[in-house]
């Protein structure tokens, strides 16, 4: 039996620590579930040049050679400024593609957070939104992009959500 993860979404463990979407540009998890159902660790060693962590946890690496940016980021509707930080990481992770270098992008699980941002980086490659979110859950999984709110921030634009994002922000401050 595969383990249940997810804040009541329903959604398994995934098969594999990681899967590429395009080619170098791959997307994973801190977790995976081995075909005897066991949820194993997915430990990141050399495989990858450019690491990017939207979750992070002790001895999942990357080793310290290896290039890693981490950026705390709920899996729940985000900030403007977190929206910011989806589109710079996105924009790294296209660049070092650019590079010819191998990119993993991932969060807890490997569904949403991670999703995100491959799915920022595709847009910023010339994919739709819509292709980009089909390309997402074909190669890693039906259950990726579940958080319907993440896909409506590609839909819309993460600009335009980053913007509409920090008015939201500004009329909670009571417009300070």
Known sequence: MV???GKGRGAP???HPWN???PGLWMGGHHYAAASGERVPAVVTDEFDTVISLYRRDG???PPNVEHHYVEMPDAPLTAEQLEAVCRLADT???ALRQGRRVLVRCHSGYNRSGLVVAQGLIGMGYSADDAVFL???RRSKWALNNHVFVDYLSTGLDVARLLTGLEDLQQDGGH
């Open 136 to 138: 997402i859950r074909y």
């Open 13 to 15: 463990d995934a098969e």
């Open 3 to 5: 383990r249940v993860k």
């Open 20 to 22: 590429e979407i395009v």
């Open 60 to 62: 999942h690496g990357p």
């Open 93 to 95: 992770a296209v660049e």
